[in-house]
């Protein structure tokens, strides 16, 4: 089902600006030109220069009264230093933006992460360090290497979570940088692992009692996947170290009550290459697809791995993975190649060209006994950036995921859809609006839920007809729209979120 704007609803739009700074926005920084070329979803990824606090948005609808905290958004949002603008969409530097909801009344905020790449930018109109598809000026260094040159701050623009005791924006490569949820402000560098030198991936799985399973992936040889369990503030425990000589570019994993599943995808590197290479960190991972898709299923207990081969494919996010007649099966957001990441670059973006590909929610099913593993399409939708009722069905069979998805790749030019589908059924409920642009649907669960779907689902949009963006709230079950608070200005287009306490 798709939900045409109301005359009611252009009546409220067309005052929320102005009551909403003379509720209590300040300016921080001078805004500046976006440059866009047309309203349409190109202008997300144009970048945001300025800093705002708004005390209250003007809301329509209404948020339930049961929802509080806040929704903190991570994602870059500056993408031209002094002369040169990033290569990649992964590229920008950090900002924060927090919607503050309390007893049906949201605030929000936004605050660039003070990062050592922010500073640079900022006070010497300079790219000084390295990011995942753009590398500094050679100048800089003289002729040293350049690739692998770290901040000490990162430009941790992918994701935000609680750490320990601390409320961290995370990147793949580097320390997790801490932040005060409620001012935004950078508080510097976290003092929990993951040391300089290897991928950790930001989508650990946590579980009750401040525990957390995730990866790691060294850099420097000899490089293996290390699988770690870490539970409050003790050191963690490894549960399996697989050796490999080039590993594969991973972003995220599955999670059952037994075992963890490693998806590597035929995207490899020669851990020197990146030491001792001029490119940007990804130029340096080929795609080997003779070499096939291997998953590794480390059961939780033992430490066991087990080695499963299938086809080649690609795959960023996974969805969900449960156990159950003996075999696992996966859920995941599947490419058919890395070609996405190309398509990602700004270049391409920011003009006229084919839209980037979304992916294909697939289901993995994993005979451990048998060593045999089989594939379908669960939903026609394409879908990423998915989301589930975390708490009830993380590891768990399950009904619902939420994500973004396109109507159609050869006429929608981006994502232009939410998307919550029926995994049993196969079929998808639809949130579309013309000119809009959702983020990423970050499910929350109601108090007294009693179905997987009882809640809401929170999503950043950009209007682009508007030149803004504006919080939606979604009903979990219609997922249909109960609420929306408008900001006065365009948020460019981020990664990850989560709603946090206070």
Request: proline residues 7%; glycine residues 8%.
């Amino acid at each position: 089902m798709a939900h045409d704007g109301l005359t009611r609803r252009s009546l409220l739009r067309r005052g929320a600006g102005a009551a909403a700074l003379a509720a209590g926005a300040s300016a921080l920084e001078a805004p500046g030109a976006l440059g866009a070329p047309a309203a349409d979803w190109r202008l997300g990824f144009q970048s945001l220069r300025k800093e705002v606090r708004i005390g209250r948005l003007g809301v329509e609808g209404r948020v339930p009264d049961w929802l509080g905290g806040t929704l903190v958004r991570n994602g870059p949002a500056l993408y031209e230093v002094g002369d040169r603008t990033f290569n990649h969409w992964f590229d920008g530097l950090a900002m924060l933006h927090a919607f503050s909801i309390s007893r049906g009344r949201v605030g929000y905020a936004n605050r660039f992460l003070r990062s050592s790449a922010y500073r640079a930018a900022k006070e010497e109109g300079l790219i000084r360090y390295s990011e995942f598809a753009t590398d500094p000026c050679p100048a800089i260094f003289n002729g040293a290497q350049a690739t692998f040159s770290l901040a000490p701050v990162q430009n941790a623009n992918v994701h935000v979570g609680r750490l320990a005791r601390h409320f961290v924006a995370m990147t793949e490569v580097g320390l997790p940088v801490r932040f005060d949820p409620r001012t935004l402000r950078t508080l510097g560098v976290s003092d929990v692992e993951p040391p300089l030198g290897q991928i950790e991936t930001v989508h650990a799985h946590r579980l009750p009692g401040r525990r957390r399973i995730y990866y790691e992936i060294p850099l420097l040889p000899p490089s293996r996947y290390q699988v770690k369990d870490a539970r409050g503030g003790r050191a963690p425990r490894q549960l399996a170290a697989i050796p490999r000589k080039e590993p594969a570019y991973m972003h995220s994993f599955g999670l059952t009550e037994r075992h963890v599943v490693l998806t590597e995808a035929p995207f490899v590197v020669d851990p020197l290459k990146i030491i001792t290479n001029w490119e940007p960190f990804i130029s340096n991972y080929r795609w080997e697809p003779s070499r096939g898709a291997t998953f590794f299923v480390v059961n939780r207990r033992t430490g066991r791995v087990t080695r499963l081969e299938t086809d080649p494919f690609f795959v960023f996010h996974h969805v969900n993975a449960f156990e159950r007649d003996g075999k696992i099966t996966l859920d995941l957001c599947g490419y058919d190649d890395p070609g996405v990441i190309d398509a990602l670059y700004l270049d391409r973006l920011r003009g006229r060209g084919r839209s980037a590909p979304l992916a294909e929610l697939r289901r993995y099913e994993l005979d451990l006994s048998r060593k045999r593993v089989r594939m379908r399409p669960l939903a026609e939708p394409s879908l990423e950036l998915p989301r589930i009722n975390y708490e009830r069905a993380n590891g768990r069979p399950y009904r619902y995921a939420y994500g973004i998805s396109m109507r159609d790749h050869r006429r929608s030019g981006y994502v232009d859809q939410l998307v919550k589908v029926d995994v049993h059924r196969g079929e998808a409920d639809v949130w579309r609006e013309k000119g809009c642009y959702p983020g990423e649907a970050v499910f929350v669960p109601s108090p007294h839920a009693r179905r997987e779907d009882d809640g809401v689902a929170l999503s950043v949009v950009l209007d682009a007809r508007r030149r803004r963006s504006f919080l939606l709230v979604l009903d979990g079950r219609s997922f249909t729209e109960v609420a929306r608070a408008e900001v006065p200005h365009h948020i460019p287009y981020g990664f990850h979120g989560e709603l946090l306490p206070g």
